[in-house]
Structure formats: structure tokens, C-alpha cells
């Protein structure tokens, strides 16, 4: 790492600018027949989901060649342990909503430094709508403050696997479904923006899932945690994390966290941090 990191600002701006060019990448595969296959997690992957990470891999390395690299779709280089900021990045969040010709999918960006996200953006092409925040500088909406506004009377609105809901509904909770959007990262700025009250993720979600929106979230004070841990550490050696939950009105985060506890559970403790890292199973939300 140089003797000088750029500023968080002209990190996000690098971010901005790449994931706008990679949306239109990804564009242009949209809603055409292409290549796709499945991968040993059982996730699906295209050839936009490989073409989009090598433009990424290009166009951010070359302007930061000290940061270290975290993709989803890239072999792991246990290089960037040794680095103090690293890319985290998902090309195309939401693959099969994208294959399906669904407009939820999104471009995720993160830069993470010591293992906290300090910018990040969200993009969503179909939907026209771009999500950014770096530590200390807000969050905007199409470069516009990003403010959270809600239906005011209506019981909150609340997407969760099946199991999970039968957990709220026991403990009693006056709430709505949300709508489950298939990219993680655009369903947890949701809850920044308003349209939904919590979202959650079972287990095994990694960083490039959530490092964009991390950020976003924390710049809107929003609530964001591993359940069991607290805020989510990235860049580890394991990516994978417990279930986690980001959450609106923090009234709700005795009994969403106690439903996600119940159903997913924690890792084991007394073999240590890594060893319960390794016992997370790798599934994708």
C-alpha cells in the first residue's frame, strides 16, 4: 500500500464511473440467448457474469494496482489479506433474475479497507438506478441524498425465506411480506430507501453479496449486522457469513435477529473464530 491512499471520494468516483461502463456491458446481453452454466455451489454463471468481471478486474486494478481483488467470479488470491483495501465485487448480483430477463440485477462495488467497506456502489441498469456512499461522505440515489421515506400507518414490510416468516408469525409480529428481490445488494439498499422495513439472508452469503451495501447502509444509520457477531468483517480469509439482517426501524431487531438465530443458528465457539467460520455452509441467498 502506498504511502498515501487516495481518499475514500476519489475511490467511490473510480467506482462510480467503472460500474456505470460495466452496466452497460452488462446490457448488452440482457434479454438475448447466452451462455450460462452452473457452478459447484449450484449458482448460476454467464458469459456476461465473465466478460463484465474481466472489464472490472481491467479497469479498477490499473487505476489501483496496490488494492487487492475479491470477485465472485474470479479464483481467490490469498494476496489480498495482505493489503489494506481490496475491491470486493459481484459483476452481476442477481444472475438468475438477470437470466430470466428481470430488471432486479444489479453491479456491486465495494473498496474495503481493513476489513470495514468505505465506498460502495450499487448499480441497477435495467432499473436505471445507481446506490453509492463512501465512510464519512452519505449516501446518494442518483446523485441525490439518499433518504428514507415510507408509507406512514402500513405494517411493515418484511422479505424472509419461508421458515423465517413462520418464526415472525409465531413471535407474534404485525408485519407484510415484502417482495424477495433476487440480488441481495439491491434488496438490503431497500431498506435504506424505505420500500422495505428489514431484509434478511440466510447463511452463507459472502462479501461480495453485501460490501457495496454495507456502506450504503451505515451512511443512512441503518442497522446492519451478522446476527450472531455484530457487523460483518470482510476481506477474512473465509468471505462466507452468518445470516445477517439490515433493518429500518430498530425496534424490530429483537425478534427478526431472534428468527434468524432460531432458524440458521450460530457457529460453534469453542473451536475459535476460523475453525466456525469453515462450518458456515456455502449456500447463496
Known amino acids: 500500500m502506498p504511502a498515501f491512499a487516495p481518499p475514500y471520494e476519489d475511490d467511490l468516483e473510480l467506482l462510480r464511473s467503472t460500474a456505470v461502463a460495466a452496466g452497460i456491458i452488462a446490457s448488452s446481453y440482457f434479454r438475448r440467448d447466452i451462455k450460462s452454466w452452473t457452478k459447484d455451489n449450484a449458482s448460476p454463471v454467464s458469459e ?19 488494492y487487492g481483488w475479491l470477485s465472485e467470479e474470479t479464483v481467490d488470491n490469498p494476496s489480498r489479506l495482505d493489503c489494506d483495501r481490496v475491491f470486493v465485487v459481484d459483476p452481476i ?21 481493513n476489513g470495514v467497506p468505505v465506498a460502495g456502489v450499487i448499480y441497477a441498469p435495467a432499473r436505471d438506478e445507481l446506490y453509492e456512499a463512501n465512510k464519512g461522505g452519505g449516501a446518494r440515489l442518483n ?13 411493515p414490510l418484511i422479505p424472509a425465506p419461508g421458515a423465517v416468516h413462520q418464526e ?16 441481495l445488494a439491491y434488496r438490503l439498499v431497500q431498506v435504506a430507501t424505505g420500500r422495505l422495513d428489514a431484509a434478511v439472508a440466510r447463511r452463507g452469503s459472502q462479501d461480495w453479496d453485501i ?28 468471505v462466507r457469513h452468518g445470516a445477517l439482517a439490515a433493518l429500518g426501524d430498530i425496534s424490530l ?29 456455502q449456500t447463496r441467498d
Open 211 to 238: 460490501a457495496g451495501a454495507a456502506v450504503i447502509l451505515s451512511e443512512c444509520g441503518l442497522d446492519f449486522a451478522d446476527v450472531c457477531i455484530g457487523f460483518p468483517q470482510l476481506n477474512k480469509r473465509d
Open 93 to 113: 448480483d442477481g444472475t438468475r433474475a438477470f437470466l430470466r430477463g428481470e430488471d432486479y440485477w444489479t453491479v456491486s462495488l465495494a473498496v474495503v479497507e
Open 253 to 281: 431487531k429483537p425478534l427478526v435477529h431472534a428468527a434468524l438465530i432460531k432458524v440458521y443458528g450460530c457457529p460453534q465457539a469453542h473451536d475459535g473464530a476460523e475453525t466456525a467460520e469453515k462450518q458456515l455452509p
Open 143 to 155: 446523485g441525490k441524498p439518499l433518504t428514507r421515506t415510507r408509507r406512514a400507518g402500513t405494517p
Open 48 to 66: 456476461a457474469d465473465i466478460v463484465v468481471d474481466r472489464f472490472l478486474a481491467a479497469n479498477l486494478l490499473q487505476a489501483r494496482p496496490d
Open 168 to 183: 415472525l408469525q409465531a413471535a407474534g409480529l404485525d408485519y407484510a411480506r415484502g417482495p424477495a428481490f433476487p440480488s
